[in-house]
C-alpha cells in the first residue's frame, strides 16, 4: 500500500514517539530534583540536570511539528486550529498570572508549568472540537 | 459544502474506515467533508473525485451553480 498508510503511520509514529518522552519529561520533573542537593551541585552540574530535563520536551516539540507535517490535511487543520487556541488561551493565562505576582497576590510559579499549561489547554481545544463540533 | 461521498460510498458498501484507508486520510476527515463540516482541498477533492470515477463537480456542490447560471 506504501504511502496509503502514512497517515497512519504519522499517528503510530507520534504516539510511540510522544508518550515515551512524555512519561520521561514527567519522571524527571517530579522525581529529577529530590536525587539531589541543589544547592550541592556546580553550575555546570545543575546546567547538565536542567538541559537533560528538558531534553524529553525538545524530543515532544519536534514529534508534534512531524506530525503537522505528515496527517492529514483535516487532522491538521484541527491541530492548527488547538495549538492556536491554547496559544491565545495561555497568553491570558500568563497575563492574568504575572499581574496577580507583580501585585504580591499569589507567590511566583516556576516557568515551565507553563509549558505543561499550554498542552493542557491544548488538550483542552481539541476536546472542544469534538464535543461542539467546531471550528 | 455538500457532497454526494455518503451516497457513492453505500453504493459500494464501503465503510468511512475503509474509504478513508484508500485516500490516505483519517475515518474523522471522511465524515466531517461527508457531513460537510469541511471542505477538503483541490488534491483531496481530485483523489475523491477519481477514487469514485466522477467529476469533481458531480460530487461536491457549493450551492452556487443555479444562482451562478441563471445570471
Do not use: C
Given at each position: 500500500?506504501?504511502?496509503q498508510?502514512?497517515?497512519?503511520?504519522?499517528?503510530?509514529?507520534?504516539?510511540?514517539?510522544?508518550?515515551?518522552?512524555l512519561?520521561?519529561?514527567g519522571?524527571?520533573v517530579?522525581?529529577g530534583h529530590?536525587l539531589?542537593?541543589?544547592?550541592?551541585?556546580s553550575?555546570?552540574?545543575?546546567?547538565a540536570?536542567a538541559?537533560?530535563t528538558?531534553?524529553p520536551?525538545?524530543?515532544?516539540l519536534?514529534?508534534?511539528h512531524?506530525?503537522?507535517?505528515?496527517t492529514?490535511?483535516?487532522?491538521?487543520?484541527r491541530?492548527?486550529?488547538?495549538?492556536?487556541?491554547?496559544?491565545?488561551a495561555?497568553s491570558?493565562v500568563?497575563?492574568?498570572?504575572?499581574?496577580?505576582e507583580?501585585?504580591?497576590v499569589i507567590?511566583e510559579?516556576p516557568l515551565f508549568?507553563?509549558?505543561s499549561?499550554?498542552?493542557l489547554l491544548?488538550?483542552?481545544?481539541l476536546?472542544?472540537q469534538?464535543?461542539?463540533?467546531?471550528? | 459544502?455538500?457532497?454526494?461521498i455518503?451516497a457513492?460510498?453505500?453504493e459500494r458498501?464501503?465503510?468511512?474506515?475503509?474509504?478513508?484507508?484508500l485516500?490516505d486520510?483519517?475515518?474523522?476527515?471522511?465524515?466531517?467533508i461527508?457531513?460537510?463540516?469541511y471542505?477538503?482541498?483541490?488534491?483531496?477533492a481530485?483523489?475523491?473525485?477519481?477514487?469514485?470515477?466522477?467529476?469533481i463537480e458531480?460530487?461536491f456542490d457549493?450551492g452556487?451553480?443555479?444562482?451562478n447560471a441563471?445570471?
Amino acid at each position: 500500500m506504501g504511502p496509503q498508510n502514512s497517515y497512519r503511520a504519522a499517528s503510530k509514529h507520534f504516539l510511540v514517539t510522544v508518550i515515551p518522552l512524555l512519561t520521561l519529561y514527567g519522571v524527571l520533573v517530579v522525581f529529577g530534583h529530590r536525587l539531589f542537593d541543589l544547592n550541592s551541585l556546580s553550575v555546570t552540574a545543575r546546567t547538565a540536570g536542567a538541559v537533560l530535563t528538558f531534553l524529553p520536551m525538545m524530543g515532544i516539540l519536534w514529534s508534534i511539528h512531524r506530525i503537522l507535517q505528515r496527517t492529514d490535511e483535516y487532522t491538521r487543520m484541527r491541530l492548527f486550529w488547538a495549538l492556536a487556541e491554547g496559544g491565545i488561551a495561555l497568553s491570558g493565562v500568563l497575563f492574568a498570572v504575572g499581574f496577580l505576582e507583580y501585585f504580591d497576590v499569589i507567590p511566583e510559579i516556576p516557568l515551565f508549568v507553563f509549558g505543561s499549561i499550554f498542552y493542557l489547554l491544548v488538550a483542552l481545544a481539541l476536546l472542544r472540537q469534538n464535543f461542539f463540533k467546531v471550528p | 459544502m455538500r457532497s454526494t461521498i455518503r451516497a457513492l460510498r453505500a453504493e459500494r458498501g464501503w465503510s468511512q474506515q475503509h474509504l478513508a484507508d484508500l485516500l490516505d486520510v483519517s475515518r474523522q476527515s471522511v465524515n466531517a467533508i461527508e457531513t460537510g463540516k469541511y471542505d477538503p482541498s483541490l488534491p483531496l477533492a481530485f483523489a475523491i473525485a477519481r477514487l469514485f470515477e466522477r467529476s469533481i463537480e458531480d460530487i461536491f456542490d457549493d450551492g452556487l451553480g443555479v444562482a451562478n447560471a441563471a445570471e
